[in-house]
């Protein structure tokens, strides 16, 4: 959007919160709260009693808040930790939403392996099984072998391709492929966040609640589970990540919600793949984020991100070409191009 539709759409938001509170436009103390990679910002809406709201601004011909809504009145209803509705305007794309405060999850952490960090995760963890076991995954867009295909395809287009200027297809790309959608598929399906990390998770009077939840998907049960411990802020041990997704499991076969003839090592497998595969997608969408909508700040993350996608690989040692691409190939070729700051103009 240009400056002029921003001014003119914030305009539109005042007036339409000043007439869902019955006052004037000039009593509403309104300010910017957030931004985040869509179309969509957050307002602070201070009321003339000192209480707040937030209000989500999200353009209908860029952002359909549809899903948000339906998922939000869904969860809500389930007894799940997500911010109460007070007012909906779908056509104008504004809608007035409980305060939740300015504290993400990782705010709280203080370096991967510190007790509070571990022990928010801990929370965090817990609050996947609820989601799971509270919110059916019936009435969701299938996490399928379309939706997974088109995800991974993001790496080698825009990481490779676009960003890196290399169209080849790494050695084994076509079989890991295959092998990651077949695994993602071959999990038991559940109700899927999608981006289950901890700038998504508020805490709010010390308890965590849910944001962002409007690409919710029916998928595979490990999915959110890596979103958590392979986000964006922490690196974590073979051994502390192993052992939660053991522990994940145990309680997952506990709630019904995984087989009881899952076994470890399957679980951690398919675990792991759930790892490379978010992982590509990731580092697909962050270059995207960068070249095509101008986003800064995203290319420094990819080394992280990297990371994860090799640890993910190493469990798999049936793709070792892939893996032995990553680290003589793609890690060096990344770095130097990151310390260059180069890369190829989007087209």
């Not at 007439?19 to 307002?43: I, K, N, T, V």
């Not at 922490?234 to 076969?253: K, T």
Request: charged letters at 25%.
């Amino acid at each position: 959007m240009t400056q002029a539709d921003t001014t003119t759409r914030f305009e539109a938001l005042r007036q339409w919160a000043a007439a869902q509170h019955e006052l004037s436009p000039a009593a509403l103390d309104l300010c910017l709260a957030a931004g985040d990679a869509s179309f969509r910002r957050y307002f602070r809406l201070l009321l003339p009693d000192g209480s707040t709201r937030m209000l989500m601004d999200a353009p209908p011909a860029q952002e359909d808040s549809r899903p948000f809504v339906d998922i939000a009145r869904r969860w809500r209803a389930g007894g799940l930790p997500v911010p109460a509705l007070h007012a909906v305007d779908l056509d104008a794309g504004f809608l007035e939403l409980d305060d939740l405060g300015d504290t993400p999850l990782q705010l709280r952490f203080a370096g991967d392996e510190h007790t509070d960090t571990l022990a928010w995760h801990e929370r965090a963890l817990a609050l996947i099984h609820e989601l799971q076991n509270r919110a059916g995954p019936d009435m969701l867009p299938a996490y399928d072998e379309a939706l997974l295909g088109r995800e991974l395809d993001l790496f080698p287009e825009w990481c490779l391709g676009r960003w890196l200027g290399d169209s080849a297809l790494p050695p084994g790309w076509t079989e890991l492929r295959e092998a990651l959608i077949d695994s993602a598929l071959a999990q038991p399906v559940v109700t899927v966040h999608r981006d289950f990390d901890a700038m998504n998770l508020m805490v709010c009077d010390e308890r965590l609640y849910l944001i962002d939840f409007q690409d919710a998907v029916a998928g595979p049960i490990s999915y959110d589970l890596i979103s958590l411990l392979r986000g964006r802020y922490c690196r974590f041990s073979p051994a502390r990540f192993a052992g939660w997704v053991e522990d994940f499991r145990q309680r997952a076969v506990h709630d019904g919600r995984l087989p009881g003839t899952t076994d470890s090592d399957s679980f951690r497998r398919q675990a792991q793949a759930m790892a490379a595969q978010r992982a590509l997608k990731v580092l697909g969408i962050f270059c995207r984020l960068t070249l095509r909508d101008g986003r800064s700040g995203y290319l420094e993350r990819l080394p992280h991100f990297l990371g994860h996608l090799e640890a993910s690989i190493v469990d798999l040692p049936e793709h070792a070409a892939f893996q032995r691409w990553l680290v003589e190939r793609l890690r060096p070729t990344l770095t130097q191009r990151l310390a260059a700051g180069t890369g190829p103009e989007a087209t």
